[in-house]
């Protein structure tokens, strides 16, 4: 396996973890675990206080009389309709039966478990970076293949146009938005807005860089024999100019999808994205803005660091592309 592939694998991977977030999380993201509020990660045991080894892993919880016993986890079961998770019925990966609870990355001020917020707000903070992107891309290759093949009055428009919009303020633009948003917008508003006005705002850079993919590709052989022989300009585009400015968006995308995650998670770190009690990495990073928290509870520091890690999967399959597509021009 090349090492170009193995951090697109990551990626695939961490989609397809967050995409399952209601089959891989434990509880519902919103759920309160009042008489566990900042609890450390739950340790997961195969050994008991008596020295006996367990064939399941279990986890220690004070029963009724009081006395810590063993909880073995149950795997592809329906959470127990006497716990604390009664309105998810759905199929888990694991769970523990009552009282004991598990929370792999422990728990916020109120009770929340982090595992279970972390999955979720992924799908909110990864999925808006992932929508904006394509819909910036997918403006870009447009307004780039057009501006490239046809040159003329409709290069300079276009070109224009995208120093316009380099040129705006896109986070001030955001606030203007979510200012004249009611107040008690709903989640999926507020990402439709976040997605439209980052995508929207974003399409200037890949078109530049289309633009001068297609300027080189039309002078081609290729390009004039198929323009000689009575193909149509759309044909040609499609056909021959496409294809070969798509690997640049390819790359741009590894590049975008990260820095769109991260305005996404700025906006609700601020409190104008994604709103409480709706999990988003940006609210919940924003729980680390008090420093008794930050200091004493380190687990509060999750969706930082699957950031990070994330941020650190696309910059290697960035890297991957511009390496193949760099030895793909020099074949040529």
């Known amino acids: 396996m090349t090492s170009g592939v193995r951090p697109a694998i990551g990626v695939a991977v961490v989609y397809l973890v967050v995409l399952s977030a209601p089959f891989v999380a434990p509880y519902d993201p919103t759920t309160q675990h009042r008489e566990h509020p900042l609890a450390p990660p739950t340790g997961i045991h195969v050994v008991d206080p008596d020295g006996r080894v367990h064939l399941r892993p279990f986890v220690l919880a004070a029963g009724s009389d009081g006395v810590p016993r063993a909880y073995p986890l149950r795997f592809f079961t329906h959470p127990s309709e006497d716990g604390d998770d009664d309105a998810t019925r759905s199929l888990h990966l694991f769970a523990v039966d009552p009282p004991a609870a598990i929370f792999l990355f422990g728990t916020d001020t109120l009770g929340r478990d982090q595992f279970s917020r972390l999955l979720y707000g992924g799908r909110i903070s990864l999925g808006a970076g992932l929508l904006a992107a394509a819909l910036a891309l997918s403006a870009g290759l447009l307004f780039g293949c057009v501006a490239g093949f046809f040159g003329g009055w ?136 008090r420093q008794e928290l930050s200091v004493a509870h380190w687990w509060l520091a999750a969706p930082a660091a699957a950031l990070v890690c994330v941020s650190l999967l696309y910059h290697a399959t960035a890297d991957a592309l511009q390496r193949r597509s760099l030895a793909i021009g020099a074949a040529r």
């Open 154 to 289: 409709i290069d300079t428009a276009i070109m224009g146009a995208s120093d316009v919009f380099m040129a705006l303020p896109w986070l001030y633009l955001l606030l203007a938005i979510r200012a004249a948003l009611p107040l008690a917008v709903d989640p999926g508003g507020a990402l439709l807005a976040i997605v439209l006005v980052i995508g929207i705002a974003g399409w200037a850079r890949p078109a530049r860089l289309v633009r001068g993919v297609v300027l080189s590709v039309r002078t081609r052989d290729f390009v004039a024999a198929a323009s000689a022989s009575g193909a149509s300009p759309a044909r040609v585009l499609r056909s021959h100019v496409v294809p070969e400015a798509f690997s640049v968006a390819l790359t741009q995308a590894s590049i975008l999808i990260p820095q769109y995650t991260l305005a996404e998670i700025t906006l609700s770190f601020f409190g104008i994205g994604i709103g409480e009690p709706t999990p988003s990495w940006g609210t919940m990073i924003g729980a680390m803005l």
